[in-house]
């Protein structure tokens, strides 16, 4: 079954992290833990999702941040019914460190798409489209104290509006997770 993969915004990019090759959790960040896959199949029921693949993972210092990516993918007979569903996590070392909404905005507007405030998610939650109407690429950013950005992001075939409602109930779930 073909699996479809987001990859990490370019604004995490933009902070100047570099990627290393080896996948495994790292200082105790990992996304897989923090999102799992029964908070997506709550969200978005009826659909089952497989059991999450752990990608690309940056091991923190004290001057760089951890960051630890997840994604897990609907089952599906066809790529037109597959929903791709990811968390990525990044984590400063400080508190001076930590992307601020402000910044992450800032990437966003790379994208040429509108950001949407969020409520009920902390101060700077917001979401951005950066697929189109009929295939939407969802990207839902929350900032959790001063040192955490997660970015939960779909893509796939479903409506923007429900996509971000089960993408907020998702983000609300895991607000308690490190």
Not at 16 to 36: N, P, R, T, W, Y
Not at 143 to 172: H, M
Request: charged letters at 20%; one cysteine or more; glycine letters at 8%.
């Amino acid at each position: 079954m073909p699996k479809l993969f987001l990859c990490l915004p370019i604004a995490v990019c933009i902070a100047g992290l570099a990627f290393s090759s080896k996948v495994a959790a790292v200082e105790g960040l990992d996304a897989c833990k923090i999102m799992q896959k029964a908070d997506l199949e709550t969200a978005f029921a009826p659909r089952k999702f497989d059991n999450g693949t752990l990608a690309q993972t940056v091991k923190g210092s004290g001057k760089l941040a951890a960051v630890s990516d997840c994604t897990y993918t609907s089952q599906g007979g066809s790529i037109k019914e597959l929903l791709s569903v990811s968390l990525s996590v990044r984590r400063a070392p400080t508190d001076a460190a930590g992307m601020k909404p402000e910044q992450a905005r800032l990437g966003a507007a790379a994208f040429n798409a509108p950001v949407n405030n969020v409520s009920g998610l902390g101060e700077g939650a917001y979401w951005i489209n950066i697929g189109s109407a009929k295939s939407p690429s969802l990207q839902l950013n929350v900032f959790v104290g001063q040192r955490e950005w997660r970015l939960f992001s779909t893509a796939g075939r479903i409506d923007i509006e429900k996509g971000v409602a089960n993408l907020t109930q998702i983000a609300k779930a895991t607000m308690a997770r490190q």
